[in-house]
């Protein structure tokens, strides 16, 4: 993939939202990984689930591995559960602070898959951090945009 390739990604209508706290050690190593990466969102693979994590400053998206859209004639994968941090990073009052955060889900099956990511998703970060402390580098650019118009 060369720098100007773009992988486009789709949301699905909203399906279902909830209000749920992060703990504090998923949203600090989140941040801690997308800053140390020079691009402005970083893909973080859950092979445990077939998922793809991408992180960006103020939302968290999960894209299944196995699902894929088109719309028009753009293809691209499935986000199936979006995590939208309640509170600016700025606002925290201490990094042991959970994250209040809107949890949406694009479809009628995803609570088990928000259970597992939990602790899935947390794991999958450790090992990036571990297999690449000093920097990370993401190339591409990604889209994500409106499944249906």
């Not at 402005?40 to 859209?69: G, K, T």
């Amino acid at each position: 993939m060369t720098a100007h390739d773009t992988q486009s990604f789709f949301t699905p209508d909203e399906f279902f939202y909830q209000q749920t706290r992060l703990p504090s050690q998923t949203y600090n190593l989140a941040h801690t990984l997308l800053k140390r990466n020079k691009s402005s969102h970083l893909f973080v693979p859950i092979r445990s689930l077939q998922y793809l994590a991408i992180i960006e400053m103020n939302a968290i998206w999960f894209v299944d591995s196995l699902a894929y859209a088109t719309r028009g004639d753009e293809g691209g994968r499935l986000i199936r559960v979006s995590w939208h941090p309640l509170v600016n990073v700025n606002q925290r009052e201490s990094l042991t602070q959970h994250m209040d955060c809107r949890v949406i889900f694009y479809g009628g099956d995803m609570q088990e898959i928000q259970k597992r990511l939990n602790n899935e998703f947390y794991q999958a970060m450790l090992l990036i951090d571990q297999r690449h402390r000093d920097t990370i580098n993401e190339i591409g650019n990604i889209s994500i945009l409106p499944l249906n118009l």
